[in-house]
């Protein structure tokens, strides 16, 4: 079982769809984080979970809804998405603590039409 | 100034040369830094931390400069499959302040 899993992989949906992408480790960590990265942008935190609670919130969208019903499991709901969100959507997870790595899961393609 | 700035390149080296790159950091109070790797259409991955009295591993060295708020990488002895996207990525003083760069984008020629 690979450390970060995250499906769907590919995803296609319209302004009016409502979408879940799921993230789930299995690495034992205690934070887990969604990424947005998009072409020529840098990687953009989007929120973070410490012991399933929401600890950053970085100015997302409220079309995007975060959910981290335990400490193994993260979702990202979608609903009434722009053209722009068009992106890849990574989840990571890791350890909190002063030198932590991240672990990417291998993320998730969205087209919004 | 951004908060991690970082090179696009790309830095086009033949196989079997150094090159070297580096990454500057806005946040004087930053507390942990690292250096992944992202491949084409993949995720990134951890390449190695980055210690204030330095860090070697292999082929990779990495070093951080604390006056002038940079680190760098330094490859040595260049592999095709060194190939990819690297990210400097900025720990600040707490645990979910995470910035990461642009990445450099490494070419390496046969």
């Known amino acids: 079982e690979t450390g970060v899993t995250q499906t769907p992989r590919h995803l296609v949906m319209g302004m009016t769809n409502k979408k879940s992408l799921k993230c789930e480790q299995h690495?034992?960590?205690?934070?887990m984080y969604w990424y947005k990265q998009s072409a020529k942008k840098p990687l953009e935190l989007m929120f973070v979970?410490?012991?399933?609670?929401?600890?950053e919130n970085n100015s997302v969208p409220s079309r995007f809804s975060p959910e981290c019903p335990n400490s193994s499991h993260l979702f990202l709901h979608l609903h009434t998405l722009q053209p722009e969100d068009s992106a890849l959507y990574l989840c990571?997870?890791?350890?909190?603590?002063?030198?932590?790595?991240?672990?990417f899961g291998p993320g998730t393609r969205l087209t919004v039409l | 100034r951004k908060e991690v700035e970082q090179d696009p390149g790309p830095f086009n080296v033949p196989e079997g040369a150094t090159v070297a790159f580096n990454c500057t950091y806005s946040?004087?109070?930053?507390?942990?830094f690292f250096w992944y790797r992202q491949d084409c259409r993949k995720e990134p991955k951890l390449l190695m931390s980055?210690?204030?009295s330095g860090n070697e591993d292999g082929r990779f060295t990495a070093q951080l400069n604390r006056a002038s708020q940079y680190i760098s990488l330094l490859i040595r002895d260049s592999k095709l499959s060194d190939s990819a996207t690297y990210l400097c990525?900025?720990?600040?003083?707490?645990?979910?302040?995470?910035?990461f760069g642009k990445g450099t984008r490494l070419h390496i020629l046969p």
């Open positions: 946040n004087s109070a930053s507390q942990s």
């Open positions: 980055v210690y204030s």
């Open positions: 990571a997870s890791s350890q909190i603590k002063a030198y932590n790595e991240q672990f």
């Open positions: 990525v900025v720990k600040g003083d707490r645990d979910d302040k995470i910035i």
């Open positions: 690495l034992g960590h205690n934070a």
């Open positions: 979970y410490n012991f399933k609670e929401q600890t």
